[in-house]
T-cell receptor, first 110, second 115 residues
């Protein structure tokens, strides 16, 4: 099956700093989504981005499908950005199955 | 607010018992997927239902089964519980008809502990 690797596994930031999270995947995908899991376990969908670039406030994401990676940018980080960020990819036909990476745990300190 | 609701939020069972978890999809969504998330790991796909039929299944044994109802709500049933079944169980819904440009919206999950 497809492999999804996220880096770094852990990240500690001072409030106000910027960061870049990376997701590499081993095969062609037709679905790529970024999620934020808050400390209470809720998974929030940040972006659906199988290719191209999108921005939503302080967050933006870029996927280069031909090179099999995606980047999530967080600017001017806030303590509420803390949690685990997951990249998830889908491939093949007939199913919405997503394969998740192991996540990047982000801690933003005041 | 995603609109996907799960119940119960927490559950404690003993090995060998059976459990049923419930999920109400976001309004207008006809596809529901279930994921298992072990501590410190990313969610793993269990199965998906589209218009009341199973549409895909991950690497989980048959004792994991599901149902989707005409109102698109769903149940996950696990028989003969094992200690390794302890995890957060997440339900996700999506809209559309087998399209690929579908965002998944997750509920808050059910934390299952098997003793």
């Amino acid at each position: 099956g497809i492999q999804v690797e996220q880096s770094p596994p852990d990240l500690i930031l001072q409030e106000g700093a910027n960061s870049t999270l990376r997701c590499n995947f081993s095969d062609s995908v037709n679905n790529l989504q970024w999620f934020h899991q808050n400390p209470w376990g809720q998974l929030i969908n940040l972006f659906y981005i199988p290719s191209g670039t999108k921005q939503n406030g302080r967050l933006s994401a870029t996927t280069v499908a031909t090179e099999r990676y995606s980047l999530l940018y967080i600017s001017s980080s806030q303590t509420t950005d803390s949690g685990v960020y997951f990249c998830a990819v889908g491939w093949g036909a007939g199913s919405y199955q997503l394969t998740f990476g192991k996540g990047t745990k982000l801690s933003v300190i005041p | 607010e995603t609109g996907v609701t799960q119940s119960p939020t927490h559950l404690i069972k003993t090995r060998g018992q059976q459990v049923t978890l419930r999920c109400s999809s976001q309004s207008g969504h006809n596809t529901v997927s279930w994921y298992q998330q072990a501590l410190g790991q990313g969610p793993q796909f269990i199965f998906q239902y589209y218009r009341e039929e199973e549409n895909g299944r991950g690497n989980f044994p048959p004792r994991f089964s599901g149902l989707q109802f005409p109102n698109y709500s769903s149940e996950l049933n696990v028989n003969a519980l094992e200690l390794d079944d302890s995890a957060l169980y997440l339900c996700a819904s999506s809209s559309g008809d087998r399209g690929w440009d579908e965002k998944l919206f997750f509920g808050s999950g059910t934390q299952l502990s098997v003793l």
